[in-house]
């Protein structure tokens, strides 16, 4: 059996029509929007509505800036347009119309913190099977999928975001969605288990949150997979924790090669 995983597509459908080639089936563990471009400011859903420029701006103000004065600038963008949350959506729908056709029959999908699952089965199509907190048979294996990620601890999740909300949860609802996984062989979630070597970004310089729920059901179960993306240049790709191999599928929208799984 050859299932091909991928994580962080952040809109390269190109790439994504090829992830599935030759493979059984297709695992996608989320991120598919591409919503800030930093490395080509004229795409991605900033890009499309305010230009490259203004989107380098706030790169450069992400980067080298306050805080105050990202969110500043980002407040300015929002208010210069009609209906920010309506062009918002309309470009979220462009972008999940050519990635959902892109993905190959087979494919089982769950969503990072950049999605809007919300509208992922209005363009799933047929052999796109959507897993959120569930257990699914491939080849004879069990695999387990939950999917976001956990808010820090302390921080408030916004349900009235004028914008856009990204697919946070609190801990509680995340543990919740993990434990409904029995008896599984792979675990597949967007975000890795709270192991520091697979949370920290080296070129962020800092740690990305990571799941103390996802490494107790390594503990406990100890499936021979644990497979997630979210961290783009992790200090480690992969870690050890006893019979389980925990591992960072890549960022594909750069890399635009799918982990491979053999059994």
């Known amino acids: 059996m ?3 995983v991928v994580s962080d597509v952040h809109g390269n459908a190109e790439a994504l029509a090829r992830a599935g080639a030759d493979a059984d089936a297709l695992i996608v563990l989320g991120d598919l929007l591409d919503f800030v471009d ?17 989107v380098g701006r706030f790169a450069r103000l992400r980067r080298e800036g306050t805080r105050e004065e990202s969110i500043a600038f980002s407040r300015s963008l929002w208010a210069s347009l ?3 949350a309506g062009a918002v959506e309309e470009a979220i729908r462009e972008q999940y119309a050519v990635l959902f056709k892109a993905m190959t029959a087979p494919t089982f999908a769950t969503p990072g913190n950049v999605d809007t699952p919300e509208l992922w089965t209005e363009f799933a199509g047929h052999g796109v099977t959507i897993v959120d907190g569930g257990v699914v048979e491939i080849g004879g294996l069990r695999f387990g999928f ?3 990620v956990v808010l820090p601890d302390g921080a408030v999740l916004r349900r ?10 609190a801990r509680d609802e995340f543990a919740g969605a993990v434990g409904k996984l029995d008896d599984i062989d792979v675990l597949c979630t967007h975000v890795p288990p709270a192991f520091p070597e697979l949370t920290y970004d080296v070129v962020a310089r800092r740690h990305e949150m990571g799941s103390d729920a996802l490494r107790a059901v390594i503990a406990e179960q100890r499936p021979r997979w644990a497979l997630f993306g979210h961290v783009h240049q ?6 050890r924790a006893g019979r389980t191999e925990c591992r960072n599928v890549g960022h594909f929208k750069v890399t635009e090669r799918p982990y491979v799984l053999r059994w």
């Open 2 to 4: 050859r299932v091909h």
């Open 38 to 54: 930093y490395q080509a400011h004229d795409k991605g859903i900033l890009g499309r509505l305010f230009g490259a420029e203004k």
């Open 82 to 84: 009609e209906d920010p």
């Open 146 to 148: 939950a999917g976001g």
């Open 160 to 169: 009235a975001n004028p914008v856009w909300k990204p697919y946070l949860r």
């Open 234 to 239: 992790p200090l480690s790709a992969r870690l």
